[in-house]
């Protein structure tokens, strides 16, 4: 098991930024992919943005040119800074931990963007 703990969202004007980090414990070793997603209320939970093991990337299209997820391997965690911040962009962001067996799930951290 992989356990993401999310932490950095917050409230934020619209144009700002912020950054959220997700720390994964437990057997590091097997991740073979970590994410974000993000839900909205009354909205389905969506893509936000996802990195490999190997580095690779992809962006939801909503959030290209804005957002750059990022890792550090020494520490164990994924980053998102998130930049040029929208009102839409308020949800609830959720970590995801990937392994061959199995995705596990952060308990999320609030986004909130006013205009």
């Known amino acids: 098991q992989v356990q993401p703990v999310e932490s950095g969202g917050g409230l934020v004007q619209a144009g700002g930024s912020l950054r959220l980090s997700c720390a994964a414990s437990?057997?590091?070793?097997?991740?073979?992919?970590m994410g974000w997603y993000r839900q909205a209320p009354e909205k389905q939970r969506e893509l936000v943005a996802t990195?490999?093991?190997?580095?690779?990337?992809n962006y939801a299209d909503s959030v290209k040119g804005r957002f750059t997820i990022s890792r550090d391997n020494a520490k164990n965690t994924v980053y998102l800074q998130m930049n040029s911040l929208k009102p839409e962009d308020t949800a609830v962001y959720y970590c995801?931990?990937?392994?061959?067996?199995?995705?596990?799930w952060g308990q999320g951290t609030q986004v909130t963007v006013s205009s």
């Open positions: 995801r931990s990937t392994t061959s067996l199995d995705g596990y």
């Open positions: 990195i490999t093991s190997g580095g690779s990337t």
């Open positions: 437990g057997s590091i070793f097997k991740i073979l992919s």
